[in-house]
């Protein structure tokens, strides 16, 4: 590990563990994460300070540029890229995202406006953590001027399709044949929706960690997927989240009510977000089953399960 330098051993270790991985099977002969830092802080004349907690595809340093304004530099590790997070960010100029500042995709690494707590890392209720993922999203959703190069909604739903088909067999069955029938009509059903004309540029993964807190108290969204997709694509998090207090009551009654309050909060289809939610719903529950992490990942398909038996929604 110390060969790799400094800044490698500040990754988390399962960051450190896959790059390695990688630079193995890839056969990557130059690889120095200090170099790099150091060329860019060069480059765009910074001063760095921490290394901050993040995620396993790059490093992420707080620094200060020459006119003192506080920002984060962050480097892709090998296999990952910055491009997608750096052309949702350019188009969206600030509104409802982080800023962008710099960008080298040579080095594949962004300089951007430094944040504050994650949402999720407050004490907000989970209604507040509805309310406030609606407000934020509300205000990034924009429509290019041009068809952006990025996956699109219809692509996301034969994928997610797909998915779900395989894993129910692979992992032996973790939710009902009702659950899986059911998913695969509302992704069909997406993909007969896909229209370019009803399409902004989706954040993709909208939940409590990916808003940070800015100066003013209000949030801003980070780590974009990138979707071109119609907007109940971006309230997927808000569906599938919290299950186990929709395991404590009526999981139909409250989930529709939570749908409705959505629907209030933002404007969106209730048909739209219902379908879009219930298939995240199965997309996270599998990854938290093959992550390990089996409670969650039980209670999350556990809620699809309770809906898929009742099959009772209608748009009212």
Known sequence: MEAYGYYFNK?????????????EKEAVVSFNLDRTVAELAAQWKL???KVLKGGTASLIIEATRENGQEAVLKIALPGSNIWTEALVLRVAKGNGYVNLYEVDFSKEAIL??????????????????IVTICKVLTKAWVRPNIMVPLPTAAQKALEMKEIVKQKWSTLHKPFSEQTLQLAIEYAQ?????????????????AHGFNLME????????????GIYADKAYDLICIMRDWSDGLLRGNTLELLLARCHWVHELTGVDKTSIWQWGFLGRLMIGITLLELGNTHEGKQTLEVADRISHYRLFRET
């Open 47 to 49: 001063t760095l300070g």
């Open 112 to 129: 951007l406006e430094r944040l504050g707590t994650p949402l999720s890392g407050t004490s907000k209720t989970i209604d507040e953590h």
């Open 189 to 205: 059903a997406r993909m007969e929706a896909y229209d370019p004309e009803n399409c902004v540029l989706a954040h993709g993964d």
């Open 214 to 225: 800015t100066e003013n108290d209000t949030y801003k969204l980070i780590d974009p997927d």
């Open 11 to 23: 990754l988390p270790k399962i960051a450190q563990l896959k790059t390695l991985q990688l630079l």
